[in-house]
């Protein structure tokens, strides 16, 4: 027992003291109950003797200090034994009692006890399965809401029951275990909302091509509303569909690309799986996995394969239906969500498809060699670059592939040109045009910008200068500038490029073929082809300057300058070469003619008639110049005399100058002046007196060798003023020649002192040279 028990039934015995001593005997019932309650009655009864003793040796004491108090005290003592023992008896009987009224109390509520226990163990269990049932029941509804595809109210429900119901239940184990199972539910859910995306994406997939062909559909409406407009407003030409003024003028409504009569997009599952993913917290992952899709779907359209060889237009219109509505759903995403697809990744995407789509149109133009169908991929092409501009795609990589289509476009044309140009030029006659009625004339003034001028008759039929193919030519360069522009007609963006192009073409296609064409031909040996070429190098030339003015007026209205086509200049060196090819045919003819020349610069008569041979190449040149020649300008013509009469001069003077004349006499240069004079007779007939001064070389070689004072040559006014084309070595040659036929023995005094002078001017002149 320890010192707190013991001070505590000291306690209660000494309670139990006062009471006795106050008579008080009511109160030991609770005290005897506590005792009995306690079950300390041994202890309680020990205290109690312990306690008497205690008295016994006070009362001892007392007695021996007092013995008549302690007898009294005995006597007490003894009252006292007598009423503890009494006292003790009823403590007996009461604890008897109370004994037997306690078990029955005890016994009682311990049943109460018990019976309460069971019953809150019965509510408990109750609570317990309502809960318990109240989670399967949630868990079961989760599984329920993933069938309907209501993911978020799946999710809201995996929340609640995590956090609120399962921890009402956590102790038990299949509450542990789904709790663990809660991530794996979520993944349920994510990969059912992923699923439905998935099915979405391919769908969408299937309906891409056709919002592709609405949307290019929209904007051939757009751009031919504009046209219709250009057309009113010639000023409006430079500017572009979807340009903000074309979208100010545009009086049509907005026309949902993705939600028509035709065909509907529903975004839902998108949005639903983007805002699954964003409560899941797995924002990123989602938009990464979108983008590995729709990348993979961009390339399963790069990989189709389709081929213009054979005219089929329809794969390629194919493929761009399908980029273009790719990317308009992606523009639609893009502007109908939030932090989820920017403008930048699909930015990115567009960058890297954009090249390949380049590459693989740009191949697949290689096989293309129809203009009519390289005009409808071209249009296709151009449809389909401003539709994705429209939804602000940046489309500049396709300016080089524009670009090249219009120079394929060019080349082609170029090449159908030379071939039918070659085939004009087979069966020109280059002969001098006829013309039967005023339709067929009408037909050739419409064609080739024909004039009226002096060389023409009038009435019918007539003759025109030029032959056939040249009008033939100028309509098909007409066909040529109408079908590239027609081409360009729409991408008012390239027009200064497309002018350019345009220009350029025209230019190589006249230099390069035309002129090229025509410059082969001046091989030829025939010389009316070669002046019939001439005629229409010259028509050519002119009809650069309307080809100019046609450019000027099919270029855009705001560019400014003049235009300048080289193939003018280049008309006009061909036609030069043509006119020298003319003077190198003559003067072979002249050059047969003096073949035919035999002088006898030593006769002993002199003649009074020119030279036959002269006579003959004068009679040519009359001939060629009034027939062959005709159609020419009186320019060329008289410029053909000037060189033809300038080469007979220039081989005349080299004739009398040979090495192999070495002698001459006053007879021998007298006939030579007959000839001079024939021939100086002949060229002043001409229109054109100045080509007499062809022969003024040979008039001052003659007049020298006349001349009775010789020596006047070296005088330098005189020389400047009669002898201005004698060179002294010529002179020394011409005078050697005179001298060395000169005999000293038979001559007359002036032929001796001409003699002396001739030698005193060879002295002279050779000692200045």
Request: aromatic share 10%; glycine share 2%; with cysteine.
């Amino acid at each position: 027992m320890t010192d707190k028990d013991q001070q505590q039934l000291q306690n209660l015995v000494f309670s139990a003291e006062l009471n006795v001593e106050n008579e008080n005997l009511e109160q030991l019932g609770p005290i005897i109950k506590t005792i009995y309650d306690t079950g300390r009655q041994e202890a309680f009864l020990e205290q109690l003797a312990i306690f008497v003793r205690r008295k016994d040796s006070e009362i001892e004491r007392m007695c021996n200090s007092n013995y008549q108090e302690f007898i009294q005290s005995v006597d007490q003592l003894l009252k006292v034994r007598q009423g503890t023992v009494n006292l003790k008896n009823k403590i007996i009987d009461l604890n008897y009692d109370v004994q037997n009224s306690g078990k029955k109390v005890a016994s009682k509520k311990k049943e109460l006890i018990q019976t309460r226990r069971i019953q809150k163990n019965i509510d408990d269990a109750v609570d317990t399965l309502q809960s318990c049932l109240h989670v399967l029941d949630m868990a079961n509804r989760v599984n329920y809401l993933v069938e309907e595809r209501k993911y978020y109210s799946a999710l809201r429900t995996l929340e609640e029951l995590q956090t609120i119901h399962l921890r009402k239940v956590i102790q038990y184990d299949f509450a542990k275990h789904m709790q663990e199972s809660i991530p794996v539910m979520q993944n349920n859910v994510k990969d059912a909302v992923t699923k439905e995306m998935k099915e979405w994406l391919f769908k969408v997939r299937q309906v891409s091509r056709q919002v592709g062909r609405i949307a290019m559909e929209q904007m051939k409406l757009r751009q031919e509303r504009w046209k219709l407009k250009v057309d009113q407003n010639p000023d409006l030409r430079s500017v572009p569909v979807s340009s903000p003024i074309e979208m100010v003028m545009n009086e049509e409504n907005e026309f949902n690309i993705v939600s028509n009569d035709q065909v509907h997009i529903d975004f839902k599952p998108l949005y639903q799986c983007l805002h699954i993913y964003e409560e899941l917290g797995k924002r990123s992952e989602f938009k990464t996995n979108y983008e590995e899709d729709r990348r993979a779907q961009s390339n399963l359209v790069l990989s189709q394969s389709f081929t213009l060889r054979e005219g089929n237009e329809k794969g390629f219109e194919a493929f761009l239906h399908d980029i273009v509505g790719f990317f308009v759903i992606e523009h639609v995403i893009v502007h109908s969500t939030q932090n989820f697809r920017s403008q930048t990744e699909v930015d990115n995407l567009w960058d890297s498809v954009i090249a390949k789509v380049v590459k693989i149109v740009s191949e697949s133009l290689d096989g293309c060699h129809d203009p009519n169908l390289f005009i409808q991929i071209k249009f296709s092409l151009f449809t389909f670059i401003q539709t994705l501009e429209d939804y602000g795609y940046n489309v500049d990589a396709f300016t080089d592939l524009i670009l090249t289509v219009f120079q394929r476009y060019s080349d082609m044309l170029k090449q159908r040109f030379l071939e039918e140009f070659l085939q004009t030029l087979l069966y020109d006659d280059y002969m001098p045009m006829p013309i039967n009625n005023p339709e067929e004339y009408g037909a050739v003034v419409d064609a080739c910008w024909f004039k009226e001028d002096h060389r023409i008759s009038q009435g019918y039929p007539r003759t025109l200068p030029f032959s056939q193919a040249y009008p033939s030519c100028c309509l098909d360069i007409k066909k040529f500038v109408d079908q590239y522009y027609t081409f360009a007609e729409g991408d008012s963006r390239q027009y200064s490029t497309v002018d350019d192009i345009a220009k350029q073409t025209l230019d190589n296609l006249l230099i390069e073929h035309v002129n090229g064409v025509l410059t082969s031909k001046l091989e030829s040996q025939n010389m009316s082809q070669i002046v019939q070429i001439i005629i229409n190098l010259e028509y050519f030339h002119d009809a650069c300057g309307e080809l100019e003015k046609l450019l000027k007026a099919k270029r855009s209205s705001h560019r400014g300058g003049v235009i300048k086509l080289r193939a003018a200049e280049e008309f006009r060196e061909t036609s030069k070469k043509a006119e020298k090819r003319i003077f190198e045919l003559v003067n072979s003819k002249i050059d047969d003619f003096l073949e035919l020349a035999d002088y006898d610069w030593i006769p002993d008569s002199i003649q009074v008639h020119p030279s036959f041979f002269l006579h003959d190449m004068v009679n040519y040149l009359t001939a060629v110049i009034s027939s062959t020649l005709y159609n020419l300008p009186m320019s060329i013509k008289i410029f053909i005399y000037f060189n033809a009469l300038s080469h007979l001069a220039s081989c005349l003077c080299e004739l009398i100058l040979s090495p192999d004349i070495k002698r001459i006499n006053a007879n021998g240069v007298a006939n030579f002046e007959v000839d001079v004079t024939f021939l100086e007779n002949f060229a002043r007939k001409l229109e054109d007196p100045n080509i007499a001064d062809a022969f003024l070389e040979l008039r001052q070689i003659v007049t020298l060798l006349q001349s009775e004072n010789v020596e006047e040559y070296l005088v330098p006014s005189t020389r400047n003023r009669k002898y201005s084309l004698l060179k002294p070595v010529d002179v020394v040659n011409l005078f050697d020649k005179w001298l060395k036929d000169q005999s000293i023995l038979t001559m007359q005094p002036e032929e001796r002192n001409k003699k002396r002078a001739m030698e005193s001017v060879v002295r002279s002149l050779r000692s200045s040279m």
